[in-house]
């Protein structure tokens, strides 16, 4: 198994433990009722960490939707270098901390650590062409 992949697997990993975390501390605001109904009644939670940290889950799913597709390209080409394992592991890296920034509501930072990530799948994205 090539790093990438083994970065792409703790990234999953990471975004479903992050996800049982989310639902948990939005259940503290909303209560289990609500959480264990069809969610047909608006509540609102979003200025609370439960709410910050169903953003970030929601985000989480999108870097998901880039990340994977370009790892599993350099898995499939063959075009796998150092450069790309090490952006692959910044990136899983820069989740991880968007996730702490984003609950903790550390402004600019949580912006500065996403760019970051940015950064390194825009690397492993023109990696297999180089």
């Known amino acids: 198994m090539g790093s990438e992949i083994t970065a792409l697997t703790v990234l ?5 433990v992050g996800s049982l975390v989310a ?3 939005v259940g503290q605001v909303v209560g289990a009722q609500w959480l264990l109904s069809s969610r047909n009644d608006e509540v609102s939670y979003r200025g609370s960490v439960g709410g910050r940290l169903d953003r970030a889950r929601s985000n989480g799913f999108e870097a998901i939707i ?15 270098t150092q450069s790309s394992v ?17 609950a903790a509501d550390l402004v ?16 492993i994205v023109v990696t297999p062409m180089l």
């Open 12 to 16: 999953i990993l990471m975004q479903m």
């Open 66 to 80: 880039l990340f994977a597709p370009a790892v599993l390209i350099l898995a499939v080409t063959g075009t796998s």
């Open 86 to 102: 090490t952006a692959a592991w910044v990136f899983v890296g820069a989740r991880m901390v968007y996730w702490l920034c984003y």
């Open 108 to 123: 600019p930072w949580r912006t500065l650590v996403w760019f970051v990530g940015w950064l390194a799948l825009l690397w």
């Open 23 to 25: 639902t948990a501390a």
